[in-house]
């Protein structure tokens, strides 16, 4: 890489780092600059020439060979990137003509090189106009193969001479004199996003919290080679080396945007000639119909079949699919997210299919969170009404016989020819008889989890022994022959992984990231931390190498007899530099770090993509406890009188309200999927469904108060002001109700705009301001509204670049509100922007290029702070510009991500802020 000096700046400028200069052409750099050089030298040497003056034209012709030599070496250069298949799609494209058939793979690698760009912390501001001609939703057609040359050549510049943007420290002077609570999405029931405290003020990292994603996806080995799926943008799966961890082949995908790619998200399954996988669905996929099963060739890795399952929400965390040479089954469910209003049913049936992907049978038989087993004769289909389901693989009488466990059955089951074993969420292990599902026996082995959606892992048979871990922070050893508890011991943290046995060796996966071995009688011979992130996926490997897939997605292989790594691979293109991962792929199907936290008597709160809720100690970064929901957490998680409040999207259709203190449930109610947060005042709280219902709970027991339907999935957070609730929908509508009976007061809506295709409220919540509703609308504009009668008062709409896009939740302080906007950010992350607005006007004040997108802003009385979703940044600015107009930074952070959804949440001396690079962070 590139040697980089400190450019010395102003307080208001951009600080930067600058590969070094060439001395001699100490007027620019580059062959731009010396093309300009030659524009002026060319002309006066032949005017020189023709009069005769020989001395000074030979001079400049001296110059002239020196600037073309340069030119035409620096014109040779070739700077790679790292990443074998973005330089290889360079050299074509400098080679070779775009065409329909390269087109598609050349406009997906050229957002991932924006991306890597963006994640090394490249100043990407000379980029901003080819990536305003050249970003689009959909497949690119012939007409704009001039404006890809344009991004291409625009890249290529910026690649050959980077620039580097620059941390910047601040300086505290004194501590902040107080200490204020943020229990709800923007500090207050008006989420105007303001604190009363002093904020961060130096940029310093306090702590960071991982928060891993919801990763089940498993390596599976055969003959020397290691499977594995990747979640990303540009990649489906790869083949590695099993004992060097070298790539083979790796299948790619053309995603641009990663709200419209599906996520391959299962553990492969290996057949004779192939490996079969699943993806989930991006939230704003064209197709019609999802054909999410791919077939791979097990030698090159292409894609030879693609099958139709419909569709899993992202959010679900995982798309399950097993089978063996002759079958393949999986569970099966319906979703809409686009529809008026939207659609969706959980996975509740199951497929199963021949191995060439012709269909065999399907049965609906209830919410299954475990996948089904298929086991010689039978299927086995665990249901979240506590049923076992023995369903007959052939012939026409599907069903062998159900078993009632009596409690929410959500593991993997597991059989050995003559019996089937299922852990039940109460506790209890049962072993089954195949043959009639009577049972052999049963054993208590826990009082069960209350904050564990599930409690047991899958179960793994070895030798006469059924070994299985539990959220209760043991792994157990079970006789399969006399139902009796042989051992347990205990672990480190819950275990959700299946156990795996090697030789006279058990290994157990915890959710703090360690691996464990244990001998047969449960003693542990080592313990080693393998990743600071949780680990969901069940061990694979053997006596080569244990295969350890992490929710920070590598894929490690480690040695059995010492738990020393061997290799790790990242399951997302990335090169390495100064110890950081440099990704130049994202996760797709759509954002997942987006939960904006929360900070209630010392504890920090969010929601995370791993299914979790965490509160977290504010002064110190650890674990005070976690609750686990059945789908991810997006919004913000709320406090109010000892008592947490959240909803989920992708599970069940479970809201919660646990205890502050302990986590601990108090309450349960059936909303459906909310993706948005979940607002208390007083006796109610008033939260949005993803099927477009706007509900007001009890706060004290979760009934229902009252429901105003809508026709399309609510995802602003509710604010509260004055008896009234303000929230909107994907119908194009803002909505002001009485807050005790649901009624309308008032309804907003742009007309002419096609909601169902975005634009409409969305994820960026509206604030109440000085007696204002101030809220986006489509599609690049922030408007004001008299809160009591929605009558527009001013529209601020950003016109600095020809194609922007606004969906960040705005905040106020004093007199200004703050609004950010971007040319791109979940395609190519490019050209976030901050506005500083008059709050009676909406007039400009200043703006600042490096933060915001859609994450948005927070306050204090002299500052702003606010995160980037198209650079790894986080600032802090001072809410008044210099006498000159222009911002003046306080201090600039670096992070390994960008920021989504969540905003700072602000409290005293700190603020805290979700990023997408997998921690939650502090800082001072």
């Not at 069903?399 to 089937?420: E, Q």
């Not at 299922?422 to 009639?436: M, Q, R």
């Not at 929901?629 to 646990?658: K, L, W």
């Not at 997108?853 to 600032?875: E, K, M």
Request: proline letters at 6%.
């Amino acid at each position: 890489m590139n040697r980089c000096d400190v450019v010395k700046t102003s307080p208001g400028e951009r600080a930067l780092m600058t590969p070094r200069k060439n001395k001699f052409l100490a007027m620019g750099t580059g062959w731009f600059a010396r093309a300009q050089i030659l524009q002026r030298l060319l002309p006066d040497f032949t005017m020189r020439f023709q009069s005769g003056d020989g001395v000074v034209a030979g001079l400049q012709l001296m110059l002239i060979v020196l600037c073309l030599t340069c030119s035409a070496g620096r014109a040779a250069e070739f700077v790679p990137t790292g990443v074998s298949e973005i330089d290889a799609m360079r050299r074509d494209f400098a080679a070779n003509p775009t065409t329909p058939d390269n087109a598609p793979r050349r406009h997906s690698l050229i957002f991932s090189w924006v991306r890597h760009l963006v994640h090394r912390g490249v100043d990407m501001s000379d980029f901003h106009e080819p990536c305003a001609n050249f970003s689009r939703w959909g497949a690119i057609d012939p007409s704009r193969y001039p404006a890809m040359k344009e991004a291409v050549d625009a890249l290529e510049k910026i690649q050959a001479n980077p620039t580097f943007i620059k941390e910047v420290r601040g300086t505290r002077m004194s501590q902040s004199p107080t200490a204020t609570d943020w229990p709800v999405f923007g500090g207050n029931l008006e989420q105007s996003g303001c604190s009363p405290d002093s904020g961060p003020r130096t940029g310093n990292v306090a702590w960071r919290f991982p928060v891993g994603m919801s990763w089940y996806a498993a390596a599976a080995v055969e003959d020397g080679r290691v499977y594995v799926v990747s979640p990303g943008v540009t990649t489906l799966a790869h083949c590695l080396d099993e004992r060097t961890g070298e790539v083979i082949w790796t299948t790619p995908q053309n995603g641009l945007q990663i709200y419209s790619t599906p996520r391959a998200s299962s553990t492969p399954v290996i057949q004779k000639d192939h490996i079969v996988i699943r993806a989930t669905s991006g939230s704003w996929e064209f197709e019609e119909k999802d054909k999410h099963i791919y077939c791979l060739d097990k030698r090159t890795g292409k894609v030879v079949r693609q099958l139709d399952a419909d569709r899993v929400d992202y959010r679900r965390g995982c798309a399950p699919i097993s089978g063996n040479s002759e079958y393949l089954v999986y569970p099966y469910g319906r979703l809409d997210l686009r529809g008026a209003p939207a659609f969706y049913e959980m996975q509740d049936t199951v497929v199963v299919r021949r191995a060439n992907g012709a269909p065999w049978w399907t049965m609906r038989v209830g919410d299954l969170f475990a996948e089904p087993l298929l086991a010689d004769n039978h299927v086995f289909a665990a249901t979240d009404d506590g049923h076992l389901h023995a369903l007959n693989l052939t012939g026409p009488q599907r069903i062998a016989w159900t078993f009632d466990a009596g409690s929410p059955l959500r593991s993997t089951p597991v059989a050995d020819g003559r019996t089937v074993y299922v852990g039940a969420l109460d506790g209890t292990l049962y072993a089954l008889n195949i043959a009639d599902g009577t049972v052999r026996w049963k054993l208590k082995l826990n009082q069960g989890k209350p904050r564990a959606q599930q409690l047991f892992s899958p179960p793994t048979l070895h030798d006469g022994k059924i070994y299985l871990g539990a959220a209760t922070r043991e792994l157990y050893c079970v006789d399969i022959q006399t139902g009796k508890l042989d051992w347990q011991a205990a672990t480190s943290d819950w275990i959700r992984s299946r156990p795996l046995v090697v030789g006279n060796v058990i290994f157990a996966a915890g959710l703090d990231g360690k691996v464990a071995a244990f001998d047969l009688k449960g003693k542990e011979h080592w313990s080693v931390s393998v990743t600071s992130h949780p680990i969901f996926a069940d061990l694979a490997g053997n006596e080569r190498g244990i295969l350890v897939s992490g929710s920070d997605l590598f894929l490690r292989s480690l040695d059995p007899a010492s738990g020393k790594e061997q290799w790790k691979h990242s399951l997302l293109p990335c090169t390495y530099e100064n110890g950081r991962r440099i990704l130049a792929d994202v996760v797709a199907a759509g954002g997942d770090y987006q939960s904006p936290p929360t900070v209630s008597n010392g504890k920090v709160f969010v929601g995370g993509p791993d299914r979790f809720v965490h509160a977290v100690d504010q002064q110190t970064g650890r674990d005070v406890w976690r609750f686990e929901t059945s789908g991810q957490v997006s919004g913000a998680v709320t406090i109010q009188d000892g008592r947490v409040f959240f909803g989920q999207q992708g599970g069940n259709n479970d809201f919660f309200s646990v205890s502050e203190a302990d986590g601990s449930p108090i309450w349960t109610a059936q909303t459906g999927w909310v993706w948005t947060t979940g607002t208390p005042h007083g006796e109610r709280l008033f939260t949005g469904t993803v099927d477009g219902n706007i509900v007001a709970l009890s706060t004290k027991d979760g009934r229902r108060l009252w429901k105003r339907p809508t026709n399309g999935g609510v995802y602003p957070a509710p604010a509260v002001s004055e008896g009234r609730v303000y929230t909107g929908s994907w119908d194009g509508y803002y909505y002001a109700l009485d807050e005790v009976s649901g009624q309308t007061v008032w309804a907003y809506a742009k007309e002419g705009v096609d909601y169902r295709w975005g634009g409409g409220p969305d994820s960026a919540a509206g604030i109440l301001w000085k007696s204002n509703f101030i809220s986006r609308i489509a599609p690049q504009a922030l408007v004001a509204l008299d809160q009591h009668t929605g009558r527009e008062k001013w529209r601020f709409t950003d016109t600095t670049r020809p194609k922007v896009g606004m969906n960040a939740t705005a905040s106020a302080s004093g007199d200004k509100i703050f609004v950010s906007t971007s040319i791109d950010h979940d395609g190519m992350p490019c050209g976030g922007r901050l506005f500083c607005l008059d709050d009676t006007t909406g007039k400009l004040l200043w703006q600042y290029t490096g933060a915001g997108g859609w994450t948005g802003s927070s306050c204090t009385p002299d500052t702003v702070l606010c995160g980037s979703s198209t650079d790894v940044f986080i600032t802090c600015l001072k809410t008044e510009a210099t006498p000159e107009g222009a911002p003046q930074v306080i201090w600039r952070t670096r992070v390994d991500g960008i920021f989504q959804e969540s905003i700072p949440a602000i409290h005293g001396d700190r603020a805290f802020i979700l990023c997408s690079d997998g921690y939650l962070y502090a800082f001072e």
